[in-house]
């Protein structure tokens, strides 16, 4: 029986955090401290996300979706219902370059690898986020057929939690690492386009955290630029329990940004929740299961703006200037 990490001992945790302020993120127009709450307009749907099920092979310690092996809240996408909203995206002209496919862990869904044909044979750039573990090894004939049909308009992006196995271990799980690095190591031998997400610990300088994946990668002979942001993306803290500041319409100003610099600027997320009969459009990666962020049954209904009413779209996205696209 497989034993999953404890989310109390998780590495990424800060134990000394405070809690978030019940008052905080209750009303989508006005924060705690009664100001206009920033919203962030669609600007041009650019990526556009499917998150093919929150079934996934691993329960880590801090998943932000709480993927694990039993977890079927977002089921399974089919092809057919992701063509339609690719179908979509050619009537309607949007100016949709990406399509990345997420989880749970995508390649435990059998319709990913027809899913990325669909879409790369439509002149999509495809990112697939993936631990690169037995789920995808399955798929290895597949992934190469597509690697030799459509080149680097498909790219893979390997979750290393950290650049020691011991961290990346405490949030994933004992014999996670091997597993992981063997996979990357497969598809760098194979000549796949690649990208590696890691995060940064408590107090974990980033300039830190670069070299050190950049002795990793020299050392496992897997050629990923460690000082390209795109290529070794790594993400801030995500404790949703934490507290932290609510973004007002005079924060653009103060942090000197804009809301074109926010994920939802440029991208919106296709969920299929358990028990519902059709996709949905979430605003974002992160909050498919908060349905103040569910826009609609078509990218059409998902183009208004968003309220940036929940602690990630501070911690993550406008503090943190993070972004799940590449």
């Known amino acids: 029986m497989a034993v999953f990490p404890d989310p109390a001992q998780s590495p990424f945790r800060r134990p000394d955090a405070a809690p978030l302020d019940p008052a905080k993120f209750r009303d989508p127009v006005l924060t705690a401290r009664g100001e206009p709450r920033a919203q962030v307009p669609l600007a041009a749907l650019t990526t556009l996300w499917f998150n093919t099920g929150t079934l996934c092979n691993l329960a880590c310690a801090t998943c932000y979706i709480e993927s694990s092996p039993t977890n079927d809240a977002l089921v399974y996408l089919s092809a057919a219902e992701v063509a339609g909203f690719l179908d979509e995206i050619e009537r309607d002209r949007l100016p949709v370059r990406e399509i990345g496919l997420t989880g749970g862990e995508p390649f435990m869904n059998r319709a990913t690898v027809p899913i990325i044909a669909d879409a790369l044979g439509r002149g999509f750039e495809v990112l697939v986020l993936t ?30 939690d950290h650049h020691t196995p011991q961290v990346h271990e405490a949030e994933r799980g004992a014999g996670s690492w091997a597993k992981a690095v063997d996979g990357l190591r497969w598809l760098a031998g194979k000549g796949f386009r690649l990208a590696v997400a890691g995060r940064m610990l408590p107090g974990e300088e980033e300039g830190e955290a ?14 990923v630029d460690a000082a390209d942001p795109a290529r070794l993306v790594l993400f801030p803290e995500m404790d949703v329990a934490a507290d932290i500041a609510e973004i007002s319409e005079g924060c653009w100003s103060i942090l000197g940004t804009s809301p074109a610099s926010v994920m939802c600027s440029g991208s919106r997320m296709v969920v299929k929740r358990k028990g519902e009969p059709s996709p949905r459009v979430a ?7 908060d349905r103040q962020f569910d826009l609609g049954a078509t990218l ?8 940036l009413n929940h602690p990630h779209c501070a911690r993550f996205c406008v503090l943190g200037g993070a972004s799940c696209s590449a």
């Open 283 to 289: 605003a974002c990666t992160l909050l498919p299961y």
């Open 210 to 223: 670069r070299a050190a994946y950049k002795l990793l990668f020299a050392s496992l002979g897997v050629p």
């Open 131 to 160: 631990n690169a573990m037995r789920p995808m090894r399955r798929f290895e004939a597949d992934l190469l057929t597509l690697r030799e049909d459509h080149g680097e308009r498909l790219t893979l992006r390997v979750s290393l």
């Open 300 to 307: 059409a209904e998902a183009s208004g703006p968003v309220a």
